[in-house]
């Protein structure tokens, strides 16, 4: 009876291991030309292959990504085990459609013809994790909006990399907007004053993993790349709607504009060459350049709307360099009772911080309140500075950026789990990228 029981058992296990290596997700990367398509495969997974098949045409994007993850497989702490089998060759969107060598595709790098890859990928009914911009104007839009009917259809999941979801201060900023007690009920505001207002500074020469981001040429280039407002504008409209409207779903007749503007960021051939490892400006930018040495990106944008009668103000710069610190972060959404803002200046180290502004709270009122946060994360405090209150964050939650893209991939692979998505986030990210390029339209109009 008990060898029966041995034998029946061990035959058991072995038709649960053919059904889970059955359902294990593979990985396909596809032309990796932006260094977010490494950041996920920063850290492993469970029921993840360590085979990721990657499909790109030859060239330096290709060589900076392998790079990269051989540095992630080489490290002294935590050291994954990818093994990138490669694909090299022009043809190489058609190959992988036609090899089909996974079921998770991670699309990161060139955003020109990236909606068209998405839409196509979807009809081949494979699941996509897409960093941002899915799209860059109002055509991919429309392709957008084809590509999530087709994934549904064909019963696969379409996702955007939102990493900024995953930072402590903005997850908190966002749970105490939700606390009455604290933040009141949010404010409608005004164009001139409105209830939310955030700010994204990002800079072209920076450091990523240890070491000075290397930027591929057409990175400068808005046809390929996609304007600030198209592009970095995604995550603060993201920030706004996940904020402002959780689990509610939204639709394009909630946004009003009331404007939309852009600028570029000057780039000389020097500071060029620098990031690019390029000594000359490639035919495909001299469409922006002013008197032969300057080139202008437009990588700056602000949009004024409002959503669901809300009044939002958002704002995407790019400079060249950081004479100190790195990207930064500034939010500040407004309540009856209180104000919540998260700053990252020199004042905070440049160190995400969230900050409690009382305007009709006595502090009695909002330590009790505090309570619930407290005993949802451990070792977080208030701290009084002036007339502010200072939310005091352990560093333990703060994974930093770079970690974000890991999160966002278990978050993924748990709606993979589920073959579904909370019934929000598709009509919502409809909603995401209709505001951004409809504000383009709008700003170049201007």
Known sequence: MLKKITLSTLMLLGVYQMFAQNKQIQFITLDPGHFHAALVQN??????????????????????????IESYNTRAKNPTNWKENVYEGNDYFD???????????VIAGNNQKKTEYILKAAEAGINILGDKPMCIDS???????????VAKKNNVLLYDIMTERSEITTIIQKELTQIPSIFGQLEKGTPENPAIFTESVHFFYKYVSGSPLKRPTWFMDVNQQGEGIADVMVHLVDLAQWTMFPN?????????????TRWPTPMTLSQFSLITGAKT??????????????????ANG???????????????????????????????IRGTKANVEIR??????????????????????????????KSKYAGINLKKIGNEWLVEIPDSYRTGHEAHFGEVMERFLDYKSKDKMPEWEVPN?????????????LAKKK
């Open 43 to 68: 850290k492993t997974y469970n029921n993840v292959s360590s085979i990721v098949n990657v499909y790109a045409p030859a060239g330096q994007d290709l060589q900076d990504h392998l790079k990269r």
């Open 95 to 105: 190959k992988m459609i036609a090899e089909k060598k996974g079921n998770l595709l």
């Open 139 to 149: 055509k991919g839009y429309i392709q957008l909006q084809k590509a999530f009917e």
């Open 248 to 260: 509610v779903i939204l639709s394009n007749k909630d946004v009003k504009f009331n404007s939309a």
């Open 281 to 298: 400006f490639p035919d495909f930018l001299k469409k922006d350049l002013k008197n032969d040495t300057t080139l202008n990106v437009y």
């Open 302 to 332: 602000e949009i004024n709307y409002s959503l669901r009668g809300v009044h939002t103000k958002l704002r995407a710069l790019w400079n060249y360099s950081a004479t100190e610190g790195g990207d930064t972060h500034y939010s500040v």
């Open 344 to 373: 990252q200046g020199k004042e905070e180290k440049f160190i995400p911080q969230l900050y409690i502004k009382p305007t009709n709270i006595n502090e009695n009122e909002l330590q009790k309140a505090f309570e619930a946060i």
């Open 429 to 441: 990210m409809l909603v995401k990228y209709y505001t951004t390029t409809k504000a383009l339209e």
